[in-house]
């Protein structure tokens, strides 16, 4: 089984503030082919960027993406802008057999 980490971050649009979490949820597929068809319905055509990992040998892999775009808020006036950055990690999630530990 597959699992979808998504972080959100955002900063004001324009802004030199730092970026913060605005959410994290996840979602699970039974493959790799769902998550990546559910990853390019939800986020579409934004910005992507590779996401690496370190390892403790000093090297990295690639674990997921930072997807970009700008958000707003329609519900009240005036409208609020962002930027947002929406951290993607692919996890793959197994049973443990307890009896060998």
């Keep these: 089984m597959i699992s979808l980490l998504i972080t959100e971050t ?7 503030e730092k970026w913060v979490g605005i ?3 996840e ?3 039974n493959s790799i082919k769902k998550a ?7 986020y579409g055509k934004c ?3 590779k996401m690496y990992m370190d390892k403790e040998d ?7 993406y ?3 775009f700008h958000n707003d808020d329609i519900s009240h006036v005036p409208v609020e802008k962002w930027i947002q950055n929406d951290r ?14």
């Excluded at 990546?36 to 939800?42: F, N, P, T, V």
């Design 66 to 68: 930072i997807y970009h």
């Design 36 to 42: 990546k068809e559910w990853l390019k319905e939800y």
């Design 47 to 49: 910005k992507r960027s």
């Design 88 to 101: 993607v990690t692919f996890r793959e999630i197994k049973t443990i057999n307890l009896a060998i530990l």
């Design 10 to 16: 955002a900063k004001g649009c324009g802004s030199k």
């Design 23 to 25: 959410g994290e949820f």
């Design 58 to 64: 000093g090297n990295h892999f690639h674990c997921g």
């Design 27 to 29: 979602r699970k597929f």
